[in-house]
């Protein structure tokens, strides 16, 4: 079955280590994207990527890092420059046709212990 | 600035109905998405309205006025699987998805 895959589930992290977000679909989707979800508040766009080799900072980039070396794959790093980084994160990937939404993968809950 | 509304949180009992409405401010719109998301679980996607009008499916229907900037999700003889919280969102000029905070439904026997 087709889908996107998040690793790992829990995470957690001692303050001013970095760490990385695992993110992998097999949906041939060109576009994938990092959200953040916070108690109370909408979802907000990390970063993303409509093509290989190409990513976009999206409206809360700051402390944030990712990659787009393969199609399948869109880990980000979240480093020790994030100033407050205890979220759910979710990775999305689209076809980029409107009409069929995005689909999300299961999140990671990173905590800084 | 772009805003998305919707209540915090509804209550409904099973077998009933119950409208959750969203009222947005975008620059520019693309298409309206509702999206289902059980607690600490993946939102899943509900539906798409980019036109006015009613969509339905199933026992699910969504609703779009992009006069009023409005759109509400009808859900009709509501499970207690139904217990989740709903997000609207709005996919704006640049193609980007601005986001609602979500409205949790509590689901009562």
């Known amino acids: 079955d087709g889908g996107i895959t998040q690793s790992p589930k829990y995470l957690f992290r001692k303050e001013g280590q970095n760490v990385t977000l695992s993110c992998e679909q097999n949906?041939?989707?060109?576009?994938m994207y990092w959200y953040r979800q916070d108690p109370g508040q909408g979802l907000r766009l990390i970063y993303y990527?409509?093509?290989?080799?190409?990513?976009q900072k999206g409206d809360i980039a700051e402390g944030y890092s990712v990659s787009r070396e393969k199609k399948e794959s869109f880990p980000l790093t979240v480093t020790s420059a994030q100033k407050n980084p205890t979220a759910f994160y979710l990775c999305?990937?689209?076809?980029?046709?409107?009409?069929?939404?995005?689909?999300f993968g299961s999140g990671t809950r990173l905590t800084v212990v | 600035g772009q805003n998305i509304d919707q209540p915090t949180e509804m209550t409904a009992t099973e077998g009933a109905i119950v409208q959750i409405n969203c009222t947005y401010q975008?620059?520019?719109?693309?298409?309206l998405f509702w999206y289902q998301q059980h607690a600490g679980e993946a939102p899943t996607f509900l539906s798409y309205?980019?036109l006015d009008g009613l969509e339905e499916k199933g026992r699910f229907s969504s609703f779009l006025s992009r006069s009023k900037g409005y759109s509400y999700l009808l859900l009709k003889e509501l499970q207690m699987k139904d217990s989740a919280s709903y997000l609207c969102?709005?996919?704006?000029?640049?193609?980007?998805?601005?986001w609602g905070a979500g409205t949790k439904l509590i689901i009562k026997p």
């Open positions: 999305a990937s689209s076809t980029g046709r409107e009409s069929n939404g995005y689909t």
């Open positions: 949906l041939n989707h060109d576009a």
């Open positions: 990527s409509q093509i290989v080799n190409d990513f």
């Open positions: 975008t620059s520019g719109f693309n298409g």
């Open positions: 309205n980019v």
């Open positions: 969102a709005v996919l704006d000029s640049n193609y980007q998805l601005i």
